[in-house]
Structures are given as C-alpha cells and as structure tokens.
C-alpha cells in the first residue's frame, strides 16, 4: 500500500505538530521543522491515531 501522510505544523507559541508520518518521513522533515521555528523547540506532538514511528 502506498499511503500519502501530510502533516501540519503550527509555527505558534506554543508550536504544535499534527501526524508525524513514518520514521523515515519525520527524518526528512525535522530539519524543516526546525527552520521554519527559527531555533525555537517543538512544543508538542498530537497524535491522532496509531503511527508507524
């Protein structure tokens, strides 16, 4: 199965991260992640369902 994951990020005080995707996915997007934040942490992760990761 070829399954399209998209994820959301909400660049705000405090930031928050929706569907991580897989581990390979969130591999490639943390380093987007911590440019679009400007060196600022992500403050959470909200997981709606079960994740591959």
């Known amino acids: ?3 399209t ?3 959301y990020l909400l660049a705000t005080e405090p930031s928050i ?3 991580t995707g897989t581990v ?3 591999e490639r997007s943390l ?3 911590e440019e679009i ?3 600022r942490p992500l403050d959470y ?3 709606s369902h ?3 990761d």
């Open 45 to 47: 992760i909200f997981v």
């Open 1 to 3: 199965m070829d399954f």
């Open 31 to 33: 380093p987007e992640i």
């Open 17 to 19: 991260l929706f569907a």
């Open 24 to 26: 390979q996915q969130a």
């Open 5 to 7: 994951i998209h994820q």
């Open 50 to 52: 079960m994740e591959s």
């Open 37 to 39: 934040l400007g060196g």
